[in-house]
Structure formats: C-alpha cells, structure tokens
C-alpha cells in the first residue's frame, strides 16, 4: 500500500517516475514478475564491470511491458529482472543477487541498459557502505553476536559512515583515520564544541 501511494504521489504530483524493487511484501505482483520471467532466455542487456576491490560483476537485465494491462500497480511502464553475478577474484568465490522491479518509465523512456544504470546506482551505495563495513570496521569478525547486538551495531557503523559520507569527503577510510581515538578532532568534525558553532555564525 505505501509503494502505490508513493507512485501515485511521484507520477501525478510531482510529475516524476518511480523504479521500486518488488519483494515478498508485494506476493502478488512478486508472483506475476517471476511468472513471466521464468523462462527468460538471453538478457535484453548485459554488461561486465572492470574488476574493483577485487571482484568482477557482470550485470544482466530482462524486461517486459506486457504485464501492464494485467498487474493491480498503478501508472507501471514496464517489469524487470535483474541478476547480479559476482566473483572474488581472490578466492573465486561466486556469488548471484537476483532483484525483480517495477517502473512508471515506458520503453520509449528507458532502455533496458538505462533501467540497469539505474539499478547499479542503487547497488553501488550499498556495495559502497558494505566494503567500508568490511575494510574499516573489520565486521566479519565482530565478536557481537547475541540478542539484537550485531544489528544494532551494524546500524550505528552505517550511521557512522553516513555522517562522515554527508561531509562530502573523498575518502570515509582517511577521514576515519585522522579522526581515530582523537574525541576533540571528532567534535570538531562534527561541529559539536563552541569554537564549531561560533565559527558557522
């Protein structure tokens, strides 16, 4: 109910599009975009990314408008599938992300590569925050492990980066670096301490 309300706001308030991804909280438009996918064939578009931090991703899109007349969605333009395949160049280990979406964007509006830009944009955020969990706060080896311990931890190293992130610096780990077991450079940074605030007046 909250993603139909957030389509109808965006394509006809504020003239805009959507590009939701669809899970198990939308069973039945889940179930009708994997029905239709099920037996895919070659991707309407493919790409392979240059090997960084180690892997190689190659990137593959299906999308189809003929659920349009049939789905309960509104102002949809077209379904997609969008697999991403991953390997560790290091220890060879594969791993494949599977995500099916919905858009308002007809096929005139956005190509399948222009869906999977799209798509990679949403993906590199995440991959961005989860390689700065694993290089910077060692996460993986985190010895929390009971109760809601690591989920809450996890939300406040992510918040951590979003704030740092939010300061517009090149480089989380640098920042991280200079800022480490110093508390005044910290409140400093945060504009936190008076001489901060003063100098924002």
Request: aromatic share 8%.
């Amino acid at each position: 109910m909250t993603q139909r309300k957030i389509a109808d706001y965006l394509v006809i308030r504020r003239q805009a599009h959507y590009h939701f991804t669809v899970k198990g909280n939308q069973r039945r438009l889940l179930d009708d975009i994997t029905l239709l996918f099920q037996d895919r064939g070659q991707p309407d578009y493919s790409e392979c990314s240059p090997p960084d931090h180690g892997r190689i991703e190659i990137r593959k899109i299906w999308v189809s408008s003929e659920l349009n007349d049939y789905i309960d969605f509104p102002h949809v333009g077209q379904v997609f599938i969008i697999e991403r395949e991953c390997t560790n160049k290091k220890t060879g280990k594969l791993s494949l992300d599977v995500a099916y979406g919905i858009t308002s964007r007809t096929t005139r509006e956005a190509s399948p590569k222009r869906l999977l830009e799209i798509n990679r944009g949403h993906w590199s955020i995440e991959n961005s925050c989860h390689y700065i969990l694993d290089w910077n706060f060692d996460e993986d080896r985190s010895r929390i492990r009971t109760g809601h311990g690591p989920e809450n931890v996890s939300r406040l190293r992510r918040f951590v980066i979003g704030l740092i992130k939010s300061k517009k610096i090149s480089s989380v780990a640098q920042k991280m670096r200079e800022l480490n077991r110093n508390v005044r450079l910290v409140f400093d940074y945060l504009r936190m301490t008076k001489n901060t605030c003063q100098s924002i007046h």
